[in-house]
Structure formats: C-alpha cells, structure tokens
C-alpha cells in the first residue's frame, strides 16, 4: 500500500511559493515579506464575504459578515502563517461569489469566472472541488432557470486538477 504521505494529495501546485517569491523579490527576503501575502488574501477574503452578504442579502448582512469574517478565530491564525489557507479560503470564497452572480443575476461570464476561481482553488489545495456538490445541488434545485450549459465550466473547474493530480503523481 502507498503511504498517503508521498501520493498525490501532498503534492499541491506551489502557488504560495510563487506568490512568496514574487513578495521577496519585491521587498527582499524576510519573514514579513514571506507572511505579507497571506496577510493580504485574509484581508481580501473579509472584503469578498462582504461582497457576498450585500451584493445578494443587505448593506447591513455584508457588514455582519465582514465582522465575523474578520474576527474568526481561523482566519486570524491562518492570515498570519505561512500556509496555502489563505489563498484558498479566497479563491473558494471569489468562486462562491462569482457563482451567485451566474445563478441569481444570469451572468453566465460569471459562471465561467466562478469555474476558473475554483480550479486555481482546486490547485491550490483539491478539498474546494467538493464544492461543486452545494453547486450542483443548487442548480438541480433552485427554482430559478439557470443556463445548464454547465459542461464547460465544470470542465475549467476539474480538468487543471486532474492534470496537475496526473503530473504530480509520476
């Protein structure tokens, strides 16, 4: 039996790396260089759950949710280390949005970005792929007419992950 360890489920797209290495060519190599992007994908993830609470509740459920976003626990810790949470937290969370849009504003470009924000998500960590399940579900039971043309953006959601899981596993 292989030892889960050395199979393709630890073997991640290393954006994080890039991200830190671009931030350390910028301001030079330090430990605050190296935590700043993760600090700035917290911030911007706060930013975005506001975009979700107003942009599809209230002013005021965007502010809410800004707030708990903002002094969770989790997102405190993980917005301050040198983990790929950050990134994926705010990929998960633009696809989310991007998705709502598609469904309850008809913008299938939307759809599209929906579908690419969650396979650079996907590539980051594969855990946000089990998001196309409330997705799925959604479209089968929402009672609004969405676009069901979904076969492309499900494919831009899957296929970067399955080829990067093929590579990964050579």
């Known amino acids: 039996p292989r030892n889960l360890q050395s199979g393709p489920t630890n073997k991640a797209v ?56 903002a002094i969770s626990p989790a997102n405190v810790y993980y917005g301050r280390m040198l983990a790929q949470t950050p990134l994926l937290v705010f990929f998960t969370l633009c696809s989310v949005y991007f998705f709502l849009r598609w469904t309850e504003k008809c913008e299938i470009k939307s759809g599209y970005y929906s579908a690419i924000l969650l396979s650079v998500a996907a590539i980051t960590k594969f855990i946000p792929l089990f998001m196309l399940i409330p997705f799925g579900a959604y479209i089968v039971f929402s009672k609004k007419k969405v676009d069901l043309n979904v076969a492309p953006m499900l494919a831009i959601a899957v296929v970067p992950t399955g080829l990067w899981l093929a590579y990964a596993s050579k």
């Open 14 to 69: 290393p954006i994080e790396s890039w991200i830190i290495m671009l931030f350390w060519s910028i301001f030079g190599m330090s430990e605050w260089a190296a935590r700043l992007p993760m600090v700035i994908f917290s911030i911007a993830s706060i930013f975005v759950m506001y975009l979700i609470g107003r942009d599809f509740f209230s002013e005021k459920a965007g502010l809410f949710t800004a707030f708990f976003m």
